[in-house]
């Protein structure tokens, strides 16, 4: 389902003489995770330079501009915008030059109490160049008397509540650190000699780097010339809380996050689901590509047949022409195409990992009948969304959350399938196993590992969700 949006990606090389190369690759291998901007910056051991623009790895970056970035060391980010808007001064690296020398930052997750600090800083004189989160931990950086980087970085750490997974360079050390709760995910891994950081494994199998461990809920990496030490910069470390729905749809299928390979999840998931919510069908289609693998455990599960049905157009960008003329779900069919042949008169059961608005299944349910489908059930790998994420994903306001307001049976009326079920939370945690309780399941529970400060938008909410939203046709 791809209603939900991940907020970025983040990508880290030291001591590699392809650096910028290499770091070009692993924002590729990343994209998914971030399509707004991308970024680079890179030291030659004297000085930083940074190029970013707004727009596709691929559209960013090209021969020329990746030659005229000098260095060994480098990090990299590719965005998608939960906090500040979509603009060249929010695209990241974020580099400056302040009292001891340059520092470029890029960071993945959202700061909860981050305008609170703002507030507090912009009243002590600070000036602040962007609207993005990410620019309060420069100014705490800059306010730190601390006698090195890391430990000026482990100040303004402390001070942050919420998400953050970061790499830090100057021009002689490169940091990668993520937050105690541990929300969003962060990789070491090693190239003939190189350290390197990635938020997912993908972009090290991309440049032939080893997969070494995860960056440790409240650990900071600091990397020299003169080699690499670990720090827990936290004591606030009790139990992690990382964001289950890096598993269940954001981070890519051939990842591994949080130590599990990213398929096998699915697929777990797609078998409990059919372990507790199978029915009489012809053959389990998935919506594809992140509902595919859920599809393939639900149907070695079941039994049931396993067809694509839907075809994915993979060449779809972010902006395209619409017709003149209104042309029925358009949207989702620019995307997703049924064939017929395999639907007519077949009962089939349709598997996603995740119903936001609901917009989308209703249309995908249609889609199929049209086609000809006897009988479409519905099924869904994870529980019902209740609530909305503050550490890092682009969730829609609680109100626009169909589950937040309806039951199953309203949900299942309102997409038009002859029946809905969703993955138990129980059969969800049994997937994860022993590392059940160092999870975040706040957008199906509301259980929020992390106080978060009220926005705006949500004390509008808040008014707004007084009343049932009401999304029949
Ligand atoms: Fe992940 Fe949901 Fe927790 Fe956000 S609220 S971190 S999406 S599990």
Redesign the pocket.
């Known amino acids: 389902m791809d209603e939900l949006r991940e907020d970025c990606g983040v990508f880290g090389i030291w001591n590699n003489a392809d650096a910028a190369r290499l770091t070009y690759l692993g924002l590729y291998a990343l994209q998914h995770r971030g399509q707004e901007s991308a970024g680079i910056a890179i030291s030659d051991g004297s000085k930083l330079y940074s190029y970013k623009q707004m727009g596709y790895v691929n559209d960013v970056f090209n021969e020329h501009i990746l030659s005229m970035l000098h260095g060994k060391y480098a990090i990299g980010h590719v965005r998608y915008s939960t906090y500040g808007a979509s603009e060249l001064r929010n695209a990241q690296p974020f580099a400056v030059e302040y009292k001891n020398g340059s520092l470029a930052i890029a960071h993945n997750g959202n700061i909860v109490n981050y305008e609170g600090i703002r507030s507090r800083l912009e009243g002590e004189g600070s000036i602040f160049q962007s609207t993005m989160d990410t620019e309060v931990i420069v100014h705490l950086i800059a306010k730190s008397d601390g006698p090195s980087t890391h430990e000026r970085l482990a100040y303004a750490l402390n001070e942050l509540r919420g998400?953050y997974s970061l790499v830090v360079l100057t021009e002689n050390e490169l940091i990668a650190a993520r937050d105690p709760n541990g929300?969003r995910p962060l990789v070491i891994g090693e190239l003939n000699g190189s350290m390197v950081f990635a938020s997912e494994t993908c972009a090290l199998d991309l440049i032939g780097a080893r997969y070494v461990r995860d960056v440790l809920a409240g650990e900071m990496i600091v990397v020299t010339n003169n080699g690499m030490r670990s720090y827990l910069f936290s004591h606030r470390i009790q139990r992690a809380?990382q964001?289950?729905?890096?598993h269940i749809y954001f981070a890519r299928p051939d990842s591994l996050i949080f130590g599990k390979s990213v398929y096998s999840i699915r697929r777990a998931l797609g078998k409990a689901l059919g372990a507790e919510s199978s029915v009489q069908a012809d053959m389990v289609i998935p919506v594809p590509d992140s509902g595919v693998p859920a599809a393939v455990g639900f149907s070695q599960q079941t039994g049931i047949p396993f067809q694509m049905a839907l075809i994915r157009n993979h060449y779809v960008g972010r902006t395209f022409i619409q017709p003149r003329q209104s042309i029925r779900d358009f949207n989702v069919k620019v995307k997703l195409n049924p064939i017929a042949e395999v639907i007519a008169g077949k009962r089939i059961i349709i598997i996603d990992d995740s119903i936001v608005r609901g917009t989308t299944s209703r249309t995908l349910v249609k889609m199929l009948r049209d086609s000809g489908a006897k009988e479409v059930h519905m099924r869904i790998s994870s529980p019902p969304i209740n609530?909305s994420?503050?550490?890092?994903?682009d969730?829609p306001t609680r109100a626009e959350l169909i589950s937040s307001s309806h039951t199953v049976q309203e949900i299942r009326d309102f997409i038009g399938a002859d029946s809905l079920e969703y993955l138990s939370i129980d059969a969800l945690r049994g997937v994860v196993g022993e590392d059940a309780d160092n999870?975040?399941?706040?957008?199906f529970t509301g259980n929020y590992p992390e106080p978060f400060e009220l926005t705006k938008r949500d004390h509008q909410l808040i008014l707004f969700d007084e009343g049932r939203l009401n999304v029949r046709p």
């Open positions: 998400a929300f809380s964001c289950i729905f890096e609530y994420c503050y550490y890092g994903i969730t999870f975040c399941y706040a957008c």
